[in-house]
Structures are given as C-alpha cells and as structure tokens.
C-alpha cells in the first residue's frame, strides 16, 4: 500500500485554482511549473513591500498573554507578521500555509484583512470566489493557530481593493461563518481530488482568463482567441 505523502500547499495557490482555473493545480504541483509574474502582480507585490515598510514605523509594545487572552483589548498585530495553517488528511497529508497580510483586534472583533491591487477603477460589490477563498482559509488557520492564545467574539475578513498608487478603492468585509466555512471545505475537497487524480480539472474554456494567466507560455491546457478571418 502507498504511503501518504505530506503536501504543502500555499494557500493563494489553493485560492487560485479552485477560483480561477483548476489547471493551475497539476501546472504547480504535478508538473512544477513557476508561475510568470504579470504587471499587476509586480504591482501588488512592490504596493505590499512599501505598506509592511509603513508598518515597521508604528511603535508597539508586545502584548502580554492575559491581553492575548482579553477579547476587548485591541490589538494591532506587524503587518506580515501572521501566518497560518490548515492541516488535512485527505488521501495524503495536506497542509495549507499563508501569511496573512494584516490581522488586528477590535472591540471584541478579530479582522482578517487582504489588500489587492486593481487597475480598475472600480470593482463589483461581491467578492470573487478565489478571494474569498483565500481570505476563508487564512480565517480557518488563524483559529486552528491562534484560538488557544487569542480571544475573540466573532472573526470577520476584509478585502481591501486598491489601486497601484495604494489608494483604497473599496473595502468588503464579511464574517467568517458556517456559510464561508462550508464553501471552504468543499473546495478543500475538489482541490485534494485534484492532487490525488480521484477528479479531473474542470476547463472554464474562457481565452479571457487563459490570456493573463501567470502560466499560458507553458500551459497545455491553455485557450487561445480564435484566429481572424482572412482579410480582417
């Protein structure tokens, strides 16, 4: 019998696979494909080293355990300074790690907050699965992490769209409950049949989403614009 293997999975990869495209599954973790980084990735990426380096400026004093344990003291955690994991066994050993972005405590409230860089210049009022996936298990992982140490009454995300130059664009927050945590653990679920080859990927067949994707140069599954007509 094949022993389980312990499989690490990082968490904005699970996110982007179950919420984008499930090819980018076997891309990563079947074929060892990089990811190619796009303009508004690097945009991301350059907007998030420059708000840690603002953080870094903020005075602090450690929190002591019996603040910890103090749902009504509020807490302002180092931005990058949270990381978490969800564990599950599956077939194999799963372990699906992130770090959050930004984590505070207010008024008795734990708020999981994710900046992301649009160069829209506005943005539907729902939140698209792959983040509320990603936000979902970095939720499921601070309790499974912290909840021994960290008190708290209710635990909500926050999405915050900005735009290159770091301005908010808009802000969605959303409590972690059972209707987020079921949809977490049915994708849980399809992703870990994905790895394990119990299910196939399912192609959206949409070119538009293919086109920006990090990993179209060397995808196999990749869709292509229909060529034009001759003359056009």
């Given at each position: 019998?094949?022993?389980?293997?312990?499989?690490?999975?990082?968490?904005?990869?699970?996110?982007?696979?179950?919420?984008?495209?499930?090819?980018?599954?076997?891309?990563?973790?079947?074929?060892?494909?990089?990811?190619?980084?796009?303009?508004?990735?690097?945009?991301?990426k350059?907007?998030?080293?420059?708000?840690?380096?603002?953080?870094?400026?903020?005075?602090?004093?450690?929190?002591?355990?019996?603040?910890?344990?103090?749902?009504?003291?509020?807490?302002?955690?180092?931005r990058?300074?949270?990381?978490?994991?969800?564990e599950?066994?599956n077939?194999?050993?799963?372990?699906?790690?992130?770090?959050?972005?930004?984590?505070?405590?207010y008024?008795?409230?734990?708020?999981?907050?994710?900046?992301?860089?649009?160069?829209?210049?506005?943005?539907?009022?729902r939140?698209y699965?792959?983040?509320?996936?990603?936000?979902g298990?970095?939720?499921?992982?601070?309790?499974?992490?912290?909840?021994?140490?960290?008190?708290?009454?209710?635990?909500?995300?926050?999405?915050?769209?900005?735009?290159?130059?770091?301005?908010v664009?808009q802000?969605?927050?959303?409590?972690y409950?059972?209707?987020?945590?079921?949809?977490?653990?049915?994708?849980?679920?399809?992703?870990?049949?994905?790895?394990?080859?119990?299910?196939?990927?399912q192609?959206?067949?949409?070119?538009?989403?293919?086109?920006?994707?990090?990993?179209?140069?060397?995808?196999?599954w990749?869709?292509?614009?229909?060529?034009?007509?001759?003359?056009?």
């Open positions: 019998m094949e022993s389980m293997r312990t499989i690490n999975i990082r968490i904005s990869d699970f996110a982007s696979a179950m919420g984008y495209c499930q090819y980018i599954a076997p891309n990563i973790y079947e074929l060892g494909l990089k990811r190619k980084l796009s303009r508004q990735l690097l945009a991301g350059a907007l998030h080293e420059r708000l840690e380096a603002e953080d870094k400026l903020v005075p602090r004093e450690e929190a002591t355990k019996e603040q910890l344990a103090d749902a009504f003291f509020d807490l302002d955690f180092t990058e300074g949270i990381s978490v994991c969800v599950r066994v077939q194999n050993n799963f372990r699906y790690n992130g770090r959050t972005d930004k984590v505070i405590r008024k008795g409230d734990v708020y999981i907050i994710d900046d992301k860089t649009t160069s829209k210049e506005s943005v539907p009022d939140l699965l792959d983040r509320l996936l990603q936000l298990a970095y939720c499921e992982g601070f309790i499974r992490t912290y909840s021994p140490m960290i008190s708290f009454n209710r635990l909500l995300f926050r999405v915050i769209h900005r735009n290159p130059a770091g301005e664009i802000e969605k927050s959303m409590e409950g059972q209707e987020a945590r079921a949809i977490l653990v049915e994708n849980f679920n399809k992703f870990e049949g994905l790895i394990n080859k119990t299910m196939q990927p192609h959206h067949n949409n070119p538009n989403r293919c086109r920006p994707c990090g990993f179209f140069d060397a995808c196999k990749r869709v292509e614009s229909p060529a034009l007509p001759k003359g056009v």
